[in-house]
């Protein structure tokens, strides 16, 4: 049986006061969230260190969205693994397209974050997705299984997750069709060495898709990014059905 995950992005969004703000709304609506799940909020650097002390003790886990694979070092912006998980960072996501776009993130480079993230004791989340010009010339399936070969060197595939994210469904509203996530969820996991890397979708995920997309066999959860930044909507999606 293959792990539940929610993730939210919170992408560069939230300072603590409004952070606080949110959970002190969010957490209450846990209550009755089946324990089949995981939970987990990936929020800017500076919101880390409220997060942790006020999900002690809850289910939520705390995740970052970056990681640099040096320890320690003269890389002013980049933060290290043992700088996380000593504030209680559990996962980090690594790859997304937003980075790949702006920070000149390379498979390469995201091949060095993710076995350094292992390194440290985080579960790094993939990201891996095409964008709707790589779409429309039918490269999706070349693109992803270039995305994973050079992404995956030397990665423990049992501390992983995966987000397949098509470019043109982030932050769009157009989301990609469950049963074509699923398709490309499939084919991810054809490419990989361990059947159970928990696979998520990402993109335009809301309170109003989220049980759709959950009752695809292959899709083991999403990386929510909009969505993730108000308290009842992702409420909403972390019970979904
Ligand atoms: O990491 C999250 C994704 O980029 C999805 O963002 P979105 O839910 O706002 O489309």
């Known amino acids: 049986m293959r792990k539940k995950v929610i993730a939210g992005n919170w992408k560069m969004y939230k300072t603590q006061a409004e952070a606080s703000e949110f959970l002190q709304k969010f957490l209450h609506s846990l209550e009755e969230t089946p324990d089949d799940r995981e939970i987990v909020l990936c929020v800017p650097f500076t919101d880390l260190g409220i997060l942790s002390k006020s999900l002690h003790g809850s ?20 933060i290290s693994g043992p700088m996380l998980t000593e504030i209680g ?14 920070f000149n993130e390379t498979d390469e ?11 440290y004791g985080l579960t790094p989340i993939l990201c891996v997705g095409e964008s ?35 470019i043109w469904a982030i932050g769009t509203g157009d ?14 996991r054809s490419q ?17 898709n ?24 992702f409420a909403r999606i972390v019970n979904y059905q």
């Open 175 to 188: 989301t990609c069709e469950s049963i074509e996530a699923n398709r490309v969820i499939g084919l991810i």
């Open 59 to 78: 289910r939520v886990q705390l995740g970052a969205q970056n990681v640099h694979w040096e320890e320690q070092g003269a890389y002013t912006g980049e």
């Open 109 to 119: 480079t995201v091949n060095l974050r993710l076995k350094a993230a292992q390194l």
């Open 132 to 166: 709707k010009q790589q779409r429309d010339a039918l490269e999706t399936e070349s693109l992803i299984i270039s995305q994973l070969a050079k992404g995956l060197v030397d990665v423990d595939q049992n501390n992983l997750i995966i987000a397949y994210e098509p």
């Open 210 to 233: 989220i049980d759709e997309i959950m009752a695809q066999p292959e899709i083991d959860g999403a990386l929510v990014g909009g969505a993730s930044l108000e308290p009842d909507s």
């Open 89 to 102: 960072v559990r996962y980090v996501i690594i790859g997304h397209s937003e980075r790949r776009q702006y």
């Open 192 to 208: 990989l060495t361990n059947a159970n890397v928990p696979i998520q979708y990402g993109g335009s995920v809301k309170a109003n």
